[in-house]
């Protein structure tokens, strides 16, 4: 990783991120102005990543995509104009997202993340993955552990979404807690717990530290140990169909379409059994409903923004009982339910830029071990 000088905050810049001083300090903010970040991927999701990190005030961002624009990405993000289609997705995205902050210094980068050199990543502090392959995530994560870069990699299927994160083996952080003060005076009465008490008024910051495992490792858990075991009813069954989407993006180099809804169909099925197989796990786990959901993204993207509330009511609709009691089932767990195609965009983004920072910056997740806190895997009706 290139060496970084101590970053000052100028007046103006005060000025601008005042908000955010207030919310994690200021050493915070001087760490984010002295970060230079990688986003691969402008798609729907990583044009709201791209939007939040400009805004927040990295000193850096670099969009790096070799995708065309389309009509579809016209309407799925906001960053590249109508009439870009057919120019190089980054490069379009490139002015949009510099006039969101003059003082974050934006590059594109039209080059497949594929061809790129082992050394292209080392220049940054952070890199996030958006689109990619499990091939190349592994290898991105694996060779940024090695060289202490911080990785988040998410994505989204249709209603489908996740998003993993590793900070390393050793990351600090400090968590804010409610001060306990203890009374006063030489009193016996009573044991020394009772004594104690929370002042709402009053906080300290605990030192904590917290190991990451890496998406190798998130990914290729050995199910036929006893502790996986004691593990598997804890687990979310999206766990295991994202190695599912995964294999078929590795396989068709696409994602599932509704255009091939039969074949895609089929194929999912398959893959399903090969992966849960290759697990040593049953093939009951992931049952069929899971196809429709996941084939969805391509028909939402497709609906302007401006119809939005609309065209989720039409869906609503369509829906026969038993899918609306299955949706109202998921409602307040870990996996959400959303209505509609923007707001799961603003979601995944949500999850993903605020793990990004309140973990990367400030905070981290609650977690003893390595596997724990680094990986979210989420349903959106």
């Not at 997705?89 to 003082?103: T, V």
């Not at 869906?315 to 409602?331: G, H, K, S, Y």
Request: charged fraction near 25%; include cysteine; hydrophobic fraction near 40%.
């Amino acid at each position: 990783m290139i060496e970084k000088e101590d970053p000052v905050i100028s007046e103006e810049e005060a000025a601008q991120y005042d908000r955010q001083i207030r919310l994690w300090g200021l050493d915070a903010q001087k760490r984010l102005r002295g970060s230079r970040v990688l986003l691969a991927g402008l798609g729907g999701l990583g044009a709201e990543v791209a939007k939040n990190l400009i805004l927040a005030g990295v000193k850096g961002l670099t969009l790096l995509d070799h995708e065309q624009v389309s009509e579809e990405s016209c309407r799925a993000q906001f960053l590249v104009p109508v009439t870009a289609q057919g120019q190089n997705r980054a490069k379009a995205s490139l002015e949009r997202a510099q006039n969101l902050n003059p003082m974050v210094e934006v590059h594109a980068d039209p080059d497949r993340i594929e061809d790129k050199p082992d050394d292209f990543f080392l220049q940054f502090d952070a890199v996030c993955l958006t689109g990619c392959s499990r091939d190349l995530m592994i290898r991105v994560d694996q060779l940024c552990s090695k060289h202490k870069i911080k990785v988040f990699c998410g994505d989204v299927y249709g209603y489908y979404g996740y998003m993993f994160c590793n900070l390393g083996q050793a990351h600090n952080y400090v968590e804010e807690k409610p001060k306990v003060v203890k009374p006063s005076g030489e009193s016996n009465d009573g044991p020394e717990a009772k004594k104690a008490k929370v002042d709402p008024n009053e906080t300290t910051m605990v030192k904590k530290t917290a190991s990451f495992c890496t998406l190798k490792e998130a990914l290729e858990v050995d199910w036929t140990s006893e502790k996986a075991k004691a593990g598997l009813k804890r687990t979310p069954v999206d766990y295991f169909l994202l190695q599912v989407l995964l294999k078929f993006r590795t396989d068709k180099g696409r994602d599932p379409d509704p255009q091939s809804f039969p074949e895609d169909s089929q194929l999912l099925r398959q893959i399903r059994d090969d992966v849960l197989e290759s697990l040593s796990l049953n093939s009951d786990l992931l049952s069929d409903d899971f196809i429709r959901p996941s084939l969805r993204e391509t028909l939402l993207t497709a609906t302007s923004s401006s119809s939005t509330v609309v065209k989720a009511m039409a869906w609503w609709t369509t829906l026969d009982q038993t899918e609306r009691v299955r949706l109202r089932r998921f409602t307040g767990k870990l996996q959400f339910v959303l209505s509609d195609y923007l707001w799961q965009r603003l979601f995944c983004s949500f999850s993903f830029f605020s793990f990004f920072f309140y973990s990367w910056i400030h905070f981290a997740p609650k977690s003893d071990t390595r596997t724990a806190g680094c990986f979210l895997v989420f349903y959106i009706c």
